[in-house]
Structures are given as C-alpha cells and as structure tokens.
C-alpha cells in the first residue's frame, strides 16, 4: 500500500472559498497601501541564514529556536526568513536604493519553528509595509492611521486595540539592561526556569511576560521610562497627540517590547482577544529601526519605520466575527452544458469564449461531463452556479440557445444572435 504523505506539521493548505476570502483581504489591503503611495517589493523567500543572526538578534526567540535552517548541496546554510524586515534591508543595501521618502510594502509567506496552535503555524503569511529615510512623528502616525483605516475597511474596529510604547534608544536601552538584570538577579527566585534564562541574554522579553507572578515582581523593577532620553520621550508625545487628533484611540503599555532586537523608539502592536483562549494575541507588529541600516552595511546609514500584519491571525478573525460579508451563494455565474458529444463542442467552445470576451468579470466554466440534463444541472447546483446555458442539437437546428435561472428556476429560449444582448441585461 502506498503510504498517505501529509503536509508538514504546521504547514497548511488552503482552499477555495476560503482563498477567496483570502484574496479579498489582500486586494483591501494593497489597493488601501496603493492609495498612500507604497509600491510592492518582491523578495526571496530564502536567505543566508549569517543575516539574520545579528539584524534580529542572536538571543531573541527566533534566532534561538524558530529558524528553519537547511543546508544546500554546497552545504551553505540557509534559512526560510522567519520575518521581512531583514531580507528588505539586504534588499536596499544591495541595490544602493537608500532615497529618503521611500514607501514598500511586501506580502508572502515567513517560517517559523514554533509549536503550531491556532493562529502560530510554522509556515504563516505576512504582508509588511516599510518606509525608509523619515524621522517626523507624521511617518510613524502615518503607518499606524493606514493599518487603523484597513481595520476599518474591514470591519474589526471594535475587536481590535491599539498598543503603543517608546523603548528608546539602544543607548538607552544599554544602561537600563543593566539595572534590570541587578534587580533580576536578586528576585531570580520569583522566575521560571525559561525566564531565568533570559536574564542574562534577554532581560526585556522577561517584561513581556504573560505571567501573573512576574507581571505582580516587575511592578517593583526598574522602569524602562525612567532611562529614555529626552528626544525620544519628545518623539513620542508628539506621535501620541498625532493619534489624539485622527481620533485613534490606542492604549500606552510599558511593557511592550517586541521580540526583535533592531527596534528603537516607537514600537506598537494591534492585539485581539477574540481568537483562542488566555491570551491576547497580535495581529499586527511594528516599529522603529534607525540602526538596523547601519548595523549591516559599512557605513551606510538611513532610517526606518515598518510593521507587519499576520494574515492567518487576521482572517482566523474575521471568519470570527463575520466582518465581511462575501457573497459566496453563487461560486459560478454561467454554467454551460454541450448537449451531445460531437459537433456541439465547437459551438459551446465559440460561446463561451464570446460571453468571456464580453463580459472578463463572470465565472463561466464548461462541463465536459455529457450526463443527461438532470444529473448536468445537479452538477451546476453543486459548482453554485446562478445560470446554466444549454447548447443542442435542436437549438443548433433553431439558432436558439436556452438560458436557466436556477435561482428563479426561469428558463428563456433567445436566437443565437441576441445572446449578449440578453446576457448584458442580466449582468448589467
Ligand atoms: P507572537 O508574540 O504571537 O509570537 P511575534 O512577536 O513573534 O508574535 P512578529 O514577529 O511581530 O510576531 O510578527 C508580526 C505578526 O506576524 C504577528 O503579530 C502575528 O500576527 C504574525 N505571526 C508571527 N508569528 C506567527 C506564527 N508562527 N503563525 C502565525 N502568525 C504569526
Ligand atoms: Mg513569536
């Protein structure tokens, strides 16, 4: 017996309608990034596994226990990117294309080694929007005004919030990693084993923690705010009365952080509590990376701002909560039936080829089935066709052709000739 190969754990396929819904989104959301001047970047979906270690961060959660590694026949390794920002830079380092002003956006899927559960797979969809070479609040508002406009487009508004935080420069960052890890140190009882690891290579994902225990001890620790320059704490003010004017409402929280180590400054996260137990998740991430540039070219230096939204996460949410209405009653608009299996073909062919020159929109598909009538319209009821047309020989003798509502359950005999005409009174 043949032995059933399966997809690989957390890895999924997806099938119509539900790429329909799929490609509703995406076309939401590109047309809305269009509409602010962002252009599509194409990028490779495998990298040298060497760039990510030190753009992301060599003790972050990626880097330590997601990447999908292999090894190619030269034996060079290579990793499936886990994430876009990385390749994009790589990107824009390689083709010199530092101009200020610039707007990207991407879309494809990012690979993760995690335990799959609802909304974390190991292969998931992200597209990201990137813009290089601004330092104004306006462009950190800028990204968070068009996310807040597609979840408005998409009608999950009110089941979707709004997190922002500052965390500074890597300066600052630098001194206050030192306080924490002292106060880490003394209160290391209080950790879990997986915590107390990161003390020294992680501490700030140790603020991120979603346990009572640690949430009720960092209330005591040192606080990230008390660190922050002047500049940055200014920056964010003023992205903050920015939001107030748009009429965004957003929640500031501390303790957002992000699991990659490039950002600084503005970081932001969209979370919901409608998918799956527990747990807030994210639907959306993002941040500031002004060193990133710097960090992997020689000597180049620009800056940027970009965030990513999770497209399983997103329509796992949707599906939820019914925000878009697709109409999916009729998969099919015309069905067309060849009565016999000679001569006719040719005819349905010539058809079908005329109604989809005329009308590029319509789904029109052709059975090849030549079953008697009943058992070809049961077929067309279960493609979700709205109307069949039949083509046989009488008709050919008559220069007719029959058109069947199947909704109405009419049918109506035309000439041949007046085919399009009646057909544009229907789809008009
Ligand atoms: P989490 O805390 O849930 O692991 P993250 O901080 O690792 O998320 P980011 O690196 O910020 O996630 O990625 C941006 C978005 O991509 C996330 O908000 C989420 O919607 C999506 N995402 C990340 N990892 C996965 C995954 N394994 N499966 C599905 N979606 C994911
Ligand atoms: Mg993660």
């Known amino acids: 017996m043949i032995k059933k190969i399966k997809a690989i754990h957390g890895m999924h396929d997806y099938l119509y309608p539900d790429t329909l819904l799929w490609k509703n989104i995406e076309n939401i959301i590109q047309n809305t990034l269009n509409n602010y001047g962002y252009q599509e970047i194409k990028l490779p979906i495998l990298e040298k596994s060497e760039l990510f270690k030190k753009a992301i961060g060599e003790y972050t959660d990626i880097i330590e226990k997601e990447m999908y590694t292999l090894f190619d026949k030269n034996n060079n390794s290579l990793t499936l990117r886990p994430e876009g920002t990385t390749g994009f830079i790589r990107a824009i380092i390689e083709h010199n294309i530092f101009y200020n002003n610039r707007r990207f956006w991407y879309n494809g899927p990012m690979f993760r080694y995690e335990r799959p559960q609802k909304g974390r797979y190991r292969q998931f969809n992200q597209i990201g929007i990137e813009t290089l070479g601004l330092k104004s609040p306006y462009i950190d508002a800028e990204i968070i005004i068009i996310i807040n406009n597609l979840w408005k487009k998409l009608n999950i508004t009110n089941n979707i919030f709004l997190e922002i935080n500052t965390i500074g420069s890597l300066m600052d960052r630098d001194k206050y990693v ?38 009720l001890l960092l209330n005591n620790a040192p606080k990230l705010q008390d660190f922050l320059n002047e500049k940055s704490i200014k920056k964010f003010k003023k992205l903050c009365e920015i939001l107030k004017f748009m009429h965004i409402k957003f929640n500031i929280n501390n303790y957002l952080v992000r699991g990659l180590d490039y950002y600084n400054d503005i970081v932001f996260e969209w979370k919901t509590n409608n998918i799956g137990k ?22 180049k230096n620009n800056i940027g701002i970009g965030c990513a939204i999770g497209m399983e996460r997103l329509i796992l949410l949707i599906q939820i909560t019914k925000s878009l209405k697709l109409n999916t009653k009729y998969l099919i608009d015309i069905f067309l039936i060849p009565m016999e299996n000679n001569h006719i073909l040719k005819k349905i062919l010539t058809i079908g080829e005329l109604i989809r020159k005329n009308f590029p929109k319509l789904r029109i ?9 009943k058992k070809q319209i049961i077929q067309a009821n279960k493609y979700k066709s709205r109307f069949i047309i039949i083509i046989g020989q009488k008709e050919i003798n008559n220069n007719l052709i029959i058109i069947k509502d199947l909704y109405f359950k009419k049918q109506i005999n035309i000439p041949e000739n007046k085919l399009i005409f009646n057909l544009k009174k229907i789809f008009k």
């Open 178 to 215: 030192k306080k924490l890890i002292l106060f880490l140190e003394k209160n290391s009882h209080f950790l879990d084993l997986n915590n107390k690891k990161k003390i020294y290579t992680n501490p700030l994902r140790i603020l991120d923690s979603k346990h009572k225990s640690i949430k």
């Open 278 to 299: 527990g747990f807030s998740k994210t639907i959306c991430g993002g941040g500031r990376y002004d060193k990133l540039i710097n960090n992997m070219s020689n000597g």
């Open 365 to 373: 598909i052709t059975s090849y089935l030549f079953k008697n009538l």
